[in-house]
């Protein structure tokens, strides 16, 4: 990719153009992706300066990645409900990318250098943020507008966790819809980001495609593990927006 004014004009004309479809459709706020596009350009040019220097140091690899992982579990919480939530969205997230990364660097699959680590805990934190989000958002809007369902399933005698579980795990489980659906195109449709990275940075056809199956894979057991957690925090009424259980402030 050639930097320089051009590269300028064609984002911007991107970034203009979404956002202006946004507002025409009335599909949301259309700031938002202009908004978005600004911090994505700042954010990666700071990335681009600091890299060099996190990439020659452990202990800076570590706490870019722990960055990372903070920055995921705010932005997730801010999604689904406030700063408060951070702390469960970060059990979320963390449950479901520490025991595969762990697994994936101490195998060997993944070397143990900064030049690795960095990019393979970045996807990894990301998809798990991103199911977190989906899941919770879908599973809180279920348990308020089956809110009749809810009591009902309370007066059958089910327990509070048992009936919040009946109404939000299916809709929150279409959170995996993404990677599952990555999963099964790949290189039929498209041709994600490890692949390429790895072709491009010189290895074979056949590492790359190692490379990203790992990752795809991986991304399965992360996504999954965040999305069963905060259903579970759901339930046991840590994540509230509130439960259907408890009446109206009104």
Known sequence: MQLGPLLAVVLGLFAATAAVLVWLGRLGPWHSILTASVRATVQLAAVSLLITAVLHSGW???AFVLMMFSVASITSARRFGSWSDAV??????????APPLAALILSGLVPATPIAVVPIAGILIGGAMTATTLACRRA???LKTRRGE????LALGFMPRDAAL???RPTAGQALVPALDQTR???????PGAFVGVLLGGASPMQAGATQLVVLISLLLVEAVGVLVIVELIAAERVRRPLPSEPSAA
């Open 88 to 97: 469960w969205a970060a059990a979320a997230i963390a449950a479901g990318v």
């Open 140 to 142: 809180l809007d279920e």
């Open 166 to 168: 009946l109404i939000c």
């Open 150 to 153: 809810y009591e009902a399933a």
């Open 60 to 62: 800076l690899t570590a």
């Open 185 to 191: 195109t790949v290189g039929l449709v498209t041709l």
